[in-house]
């Protein structure tokens, strides 16, 4: 008896595996039970009520909100065992035919006026005692507003050591809290974010503008965030980041802070195990107090926890403020932390210095050098196209702080700080190309055997991804060669006008001119 119901409850199991995958679009117009397309669901609330451990829901383009009435603490809540999905238009039968930027799939808290945040939903989407790996993939997530006594605008992930939350090709936007992460609010959470970008959010005089970690729970959090952006997120303490409880451990990888405001700080580290900032820059940022920092890193001095930062520039971020500063704008406060590989330049300074001679450094481009350091430059790390403008925050994804071919930053690294597990740059480079890395979030392009030119007239050409074309600004004329992220030529062909056919896959491409001059080309 007992072999037969564990082969019954094997038998159960395995059905279960595979899962159902449940269809919402506001738009279809079957009979609405969610087995496909045509009869999809148009209330993604519905298919997550109906979905169990091992289904996922698919979900097409357009506005959903956590509810119909104006109830603000009504949200999305993600099930354990249950991924759900966006971007889809309303036919694929496959994940890997959804294009999550063309076909736009908000979730959305703007459930009472039209516009006006005060009456917003608290939390648009929270996870709460997950016990497995789930994902929630290729959403926008809009107009949340924690008010008093909530906390995550966006987002609200809690309990989830157990498991883990996966957010990826999520664009969390517009959020805002009155006291902790507008964007997004974790505590004693196992969250991986990758390729998302967090963007205008913001809280009134609170802590954490995009994310910020807090009570424990009954363990410390696991924040892992990936390849992903961080844009005009404001905040009076940690416009990107903060945390009031600790962190068992915090990876943070190629990943861009810009344009992002902080009365004290920008980004704010405060008590953590294991901390690594790794291949990621920090570019046009503004504080405005006389101790902010951009970066200010701190933990308990009885157990200080490790922490790294690798291969990072820190570049051209301003503090405002009119009166006297009495602080470095970049401040690491134990002996034992670590600063690799990195590029600190063109910053607001203190008494000459642009961050505090605690921190144990070794080959980095340091403006003002550095007391405490082994193999430390002092010089302009030539940037391709840098900001020049007035002392002000600023979105250096404008500009180019690639490395020029004669700057100084390349092939002065030391390998020994390069860990396996992140070996590739802010461009998804290998981060060696030649013998020697290179210091700051890029490598240059010598193992290529291509070189990136400074030339005075903008990016000159884009790709149609609808069309498979590349277009260019102007009309070159002769051989156009196109190469793959690793050196390889993928077309050489003759072009007679500003258009030319070619089928590329997502990812980096460097297209070059007859004349030599070569330029990089994002296809998302």
Known sequence: MKQLLLSLALLVANQNISGTTYYVNLNATGNNSGTNWTNAFIDLQTAISVAVFGDQIWVAAGQYKPTSSNDRTISFVLKDGVNIYGGFIGTETTLAQRDFNLNITSLNGDIGAAGDNQDNSHNVVRANNISSNITLDGFRIINGYSGSGYNG????????????????NCFIYNNVATTYGAGLYTAGANVKIEKCEFVNNQTDGGSGGAICNGNNNGGYSIIEIID???????????????NTVDYNSLIIDRCIFTNNTGE???????????CKLLNSYWIGNKIDDFSGNLLHVTSSAISPGQFEMTNCHLVHNFNVYINTIQAPIIELLRSNYKIQNCLIYGNTTFNGVQINAIAQAANSLIEGGYSNGISIIDQDPLFINPYIGITNNFDATLYDYHLQNASPAINTGNNGFVLAQHAFDLDSLNRIQGTIVDMGCYESLSGLGLELVKDDYPFFC????????????????GQIRIFDIQGKLVYDQMIYQNEMAVLLRQGIYFIQLQDGATQR???E
């Open 153 to 168: 605008g966006g987002l609200r992930i809690t309990n989830t050591l157990s498991g883990n939350v996966l957010l990826k």
């Open 228 to 242: 992903s952006k961080f844009k005009n997120n404001i905040a009076r303490v940690g416009a990107c980041l903060y």
């Open 264 to 274: 004290i700080s920008v980004m704010e580290i405060d008590y953590f195990t294991n």
């Open 462 to 477: 884009y790709y149609l991804k609808q069309d498979h074309s590349i277009r260019f600004l102007d009309s070159p004329s």
């Open 521 to 523: 080309i994002l296809i």
